[in-house]
């Protein structure tokens, strides 16, 4: 692989507290690539996320964003910069409808979608943008989501797990997003536990294990290579 990576995490470690989590998390994504990181519960992915966010209180290392240094940085300056997670817990207000819940976050960066085009994405958010947060399916939550962190404009994007607890023609929905995005030109990591899923949306995928990146693969090496994913994944 050439270039400059548009991510390059080095080293990363990370601390809740006393607890040391990360422990030198290693791995870099290139611009318009889709990466994942797989792993068992526990493993330091979401941590991983929180940390490249710096929404984690320590944590040393390297993250640089388009050769930028993020690390010292405060979290409103990495997400100036250009770098957006979306949450596990998907944060939609509940009392909120779809449009005022895709209204909510500043604009960060000139060049971030209009709740237009962001429709024009996601179809389905549009027929139900009266409805209440609570009234979505869950499917329809996460792409609302993924639409608001779109208007900040941010071209990186951090998912975390957006297929969990979601029915399978709901995943398949989910993946044909993610491919949406990629064709758009956004550079997506992942955190995935379904590794199935994790090879039709991705480029390439590393596995973390107790706070740190012990292998990558591609997603034609992840296929061959399923006996292994099983074992590091204990399914
Ligand atoms: P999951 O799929 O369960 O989210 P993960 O790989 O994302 O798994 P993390 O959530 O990053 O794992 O957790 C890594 C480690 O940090 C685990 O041992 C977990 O118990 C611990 N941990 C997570 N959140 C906190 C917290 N707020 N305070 C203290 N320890 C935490």
Redesign the pocket.
């Known amino acids: 692989r050439t270039g400059t990576p548009l991510l390059a995490v080095e080293g990363l470690e990370g601390w809740?507290?006393e607890?040391h989590?990360?422990h030198g998390v290693t791995f870099d994504v290139r611009e318009g690539e889709v990466v994942t990181?797989l792993?068992?519960?526990?493993?330091?992915?979401?941590?991983?996320?929180?940390a490249i966010m710096g929404v984690l209180g320590q944590r040393s290392g390297s993250v640089k964003f388009d050769g930028q240094e993020m690390i010292g940085l405060p979290s409103r300056a990495i997400a100036r910069a250009g770098i957006a997670i979306c949450p596990?817990e998907r944060g939609i207000f509940s009392s909120l409808s779809v449009e005022e819940n895709l209204l909510l976050p500043p604009q960060v960066k000139p060049g971030g979608m209009t709740v237009e085009q962001i429709y024009e994405l996601f179809p389905n958010l549009k027929e139900r943008l009266s409805s209440p947060g609570t009234k979505l399916s869950g499917g329809e939550q996460q792409m609302l989501a993924i639409g608001r962190i779109l208007r900040t404009g941010s071209k990186m994007l951090l998912l975390?797990?957006p297929t969990?607890g979601l029915a399978p023609v709901i995943v398949k929905q989910i993946g044909r997003t993610i491919a949406k995005l990629k064709k758009e030109g956004f550079t997506i990591v992942l955190?995935e536990?379904n590794f199935h899923f994790a090879s039709t949306v991705a480029d390439r995928h590393y596995v973390?294990e107790q706070?740190e990146v012990i292998d990558t693969f591609t997603s034609e090496e992840l296929e061959q290579n399923l006996d292994k994913l099983r074992a590091y994944l204990g399914v």
């Open positions: 809740y507290g607890s989590v990360l990181l792993g068992r519960n526990g493993a330091g992915k979401t941590t991983t996320l929180k596990e975390d797990e969990e955190v536990q973390v706070g």
